[in-house]
Structures are given as C-alpha cells and as structure tokens.
C-alpha cells in the first residue's frame, strides 16, 4: 500500500520575515536531533507504536515545554497552555480555511470522546484568520460539540511553538513538555492512533 504524505497548508506568507525563517530552520535542525535522541527518552518505547498516520508523529527528547504565550478561549479570555498542564495535552493548530484540517477535526472529537479523561484532553486552537462566526459555522455544520473554540488571533502561539503549516499536532506530557509533534493532518479516531495515545498516557502517569 502506498502511504500518501501529510497535507498541511502554509501558514505564513512568502513576505514572512527571514528572522522568523531562521527560527523554523532551528526549530527544524531540533525536531531532527529530536528524532536521534527519541530512544533515549522515557516516551521511546513510542516508536513502537508508530503505525498509520502516527509514522508521522516526529518524538521529542522531551526538554522542550509548552510556550507560556498568550491565546483566547471561546469567551475572549486570555488563556495560556500552562493553566491544562496535569493531563497528557493534544494542541491541535488548525484554520477555518484550511482544508486538511476541516477533515480531520471530526476525528479529533471522537479520540477526545473516548479518551478524554483527567489524564488525557484535546485542545483546539484556530490560529490566524479564523473569526469567531467561522468557527462556530463550521461547529455546527460538522455536529462538534466538545472541543473547545479555542483562538490564537494574530498567530502568536502558533509562532512561538514552531507552526509553519496547518494542521499541526502537538502532544504534551502532564506537566508541559513535548512528546512529539505530527505535521499534517490524521485520523485521530483509528485504532493505532488510540493505542498510541494510550500509552504515552500510561508511561506519563507510571509512577
């Protein structure tokens, strides 16, 4: 069987400043050594796990945490990831106007459906040109009801985590750091995917 590539679509423009460049060049050059060092870590056994679209799913070493940048929940208030830490955290970065990321999110709800718990949670997080009235359309066309309208207006938190392209998954350990990272999107709802959310669930709450 031949494995399509991930689709994602840019999120930045070809005028991005060439500061902000370099920074995803970096952040590149660290998901690479990210890759060599994944074994190493308590979240290796992972890559055992990896099948599907979780082929995908680039593991961290682990010392990378969650940005404290602000974002907005459904009501305007202002959010950082820092206030979900306790739980093991899928941030999905996603658009109204991305294609990709429209497909999947129903897939989204349901890993969230049946995982959801107080070691686990979903968060999703419409970043740059993606209005309130969109999200709520798309909501309520799809039937989603439990994940939440999260919003990062002006693309401050998908910069700070290294996004350059939507969707993008990021997966967070009950206190903050990066597990790994999936570039595109998947569907969250197949078996693999929910075995593998399983167990870095379990190897984080191990005692």
């Known amino acids: 069987m031949i494995r399509r590539p991930p689709r994602s679509t840019p999120l930045y423009s070809s005028a991005a400043s060439d500061v902000y460049k370099r920074q995803v060049l970096y952040t590149s050059f660290?998901?690479?050594?990210?890759?060599?060092?994944?074994?190493?870590?308590?979240?290796?056994?992972?890559?055992?796990?990896?099948?599907?679209?979780?082929?995908?799913?680039?593991?961290?070493?682990?010392?990378?945490?969650?940005?404290?940048?602000?974002f907005f929940d459904q009501d305007g208030k202002e959010i950082t990831l820092k206030q979900f830490q306790g739980r093991v955290t899928l941030v999905n970065f996603w658009a109204t106007w991305c294609a990709p990321c429209r497909e999947e999110m129903p897939s989204l709800e349901t890993l969230s459906n049946q995982l959801g718990s107080d070691t686990f949670q979903v968060l999703t997080i419409a970043t740059m040109r993606s209005s309130s009235e969109a999200i709520d359309n798309f909501f309520d066309k799809n039937k989603i009801v439990n994940l939440p309208k999260f919003r990062d207006p002006k693309g401050q938190l998908a910069r700070a985590s290294g996004v350059a392209a939507l969707p993008l998954t990021i997966l967070l350990d009950k206190n903050g750091y990066e597990i790994g990272r999936l570039i595109g999107d998947a569907d969250w709802s197949k078996s693999a995917t929910i075995d593998f959310i399983k167990k870095a669930v379990e190897i984080d709450t191990a005692k």
């Open 30 to 70: 660290l998901l690479i050594a990210n890759v060599l060092s994944a074994n190493e870590t308590k979240f290796g056994e992972l890559n055992n796990l990896k099948f599907g679209d979780m082929k995908k799913m680039t593991l961290s070493n682990n010392v990378f945490s969650a940005p404290n940048t602000v």
